[in-house]
């Protein structure tokens, strides 16, 4: 009897701690979240450059893609997005290679709304930043400008999705973007710590680029399969040798990846292995 009451306990404290956490979507709870590339090592962070752009482009459009969650919007519901300020911290080491100290940094260059993009508060985007009646999922813009500040230095959006009077923020890991703005050569965010062509220089990148003519964007390093990989490892190790042949001719070292450091020679792999 005592066992079976004891028992009985457990049981209604588990369900009323169950019912506590799952949200309650019987109250009529309608928020919204990104949808972002679950197999991306950073799937928040997104890269836009102007570089190979008409000149006469001033201004670009970045669209993600967002998801309702809980229930359907049944009317035309607003979504609200912010800048905020990004931040990273910053460790200090000691000579046995621990951590000694710490620092909660803000980080440099970060984007200005009316120079590098179209503020959110905008008017001409209130009508893209919504969710239709019984909408799943929607593209919404940011509009990003080319500034010249991005000639020489890429500059990063930190933005979220917070409440608004129809939808609420969704999961916060899906509400945070990272979105690198640059009218230069930049390290597009697809080109991660496995990229097949090795880490990412600048020299590496506009080498690349000379020699085959693409951006090297993201849109690009996305759409490839392994035997596209292969090939363009195949290019660029054959035009990479021909180069420094020419350069050794007129009396120059071969191409580096830092040109003030002798030891950083550029190299690309001979094999894509995924």
């Known amino acids: 009897m005592i066992r079976a009451l004891i028992l009985s306990l457990c049981v209604a404290f ?13 109250s009529g709870w309608r928020g919204v979240q990104f949808v972002l590339d679950e197999t991306s090592l950073n799937p928040n962070v997104y890269s836009y450059s ?17 998801r ?57 985007l209130a009508g893209y930043l919504a969710l239709e009646p019984g909408e799943l999922e929607a593209r919404i813009p940011v509009v990003v400008l080319r500034d010249e500040s991005l000639r020489d230095t890429t500059y990063t959006l930190f933005f979220r999705i917070v409440n608004s009077e129809d939808l609420m923020a969704g999961d916060e890991a899906h509400c945070n973007i990272e979105l690198r703005i640059a009218d230069c050569i930049s390290k597009p965010s697809a080109w991660d710590d496995w990229f097949f062509a090795g880490p990412w220089s600048r020299v590496k990148h506009e080498f ?62 001979t094999v894509a292995y995924w």
């Open 14 to 26: 588990c369900c009323v701690a169950c019912e506590e956490t799952l949200p309650d979507y019987g």
């Open 50 to 66: 102007f570089v190979g752009k008409d000149e006469s482009l001033t201004r670009d459009t970045v669209w993600l893609t967002v």
């Open 68 to 124: 309702s969650q809980g229930l359907m919007p049944e009317k035309t519901s607003r979504i609200k997005l912010e800048q905020y300020e990004g931040r990273e911290w910053q460790f200090v080491y000691g000579d046995d290679g621990l951590v000694i100290d710490s620092i909660l940094r803000v980080i440099p260059c970060q984007a200005e709304a009316g120079v590098h993009y179209v503020s959110f508060d905008d008017g001409q």
């Open 208 to 269: 690349m680029i000379r020699v085959t003519g693409e951006d090297w964007d993201n849109e690009l390093i996305n759409s490839l399969d392994r035997y596209d990989r292969n090939y363009y490892l195949y290019v660029f190790n054959r035009e990479l040798k021909a180069e420094n042949a020419e350069r050794a001719e007129q009396g120059l070292p071969p191409l580096r990846e830092n040109p003030d450091d002798p030891n950083s020679e550029l190299t690309f792999p």
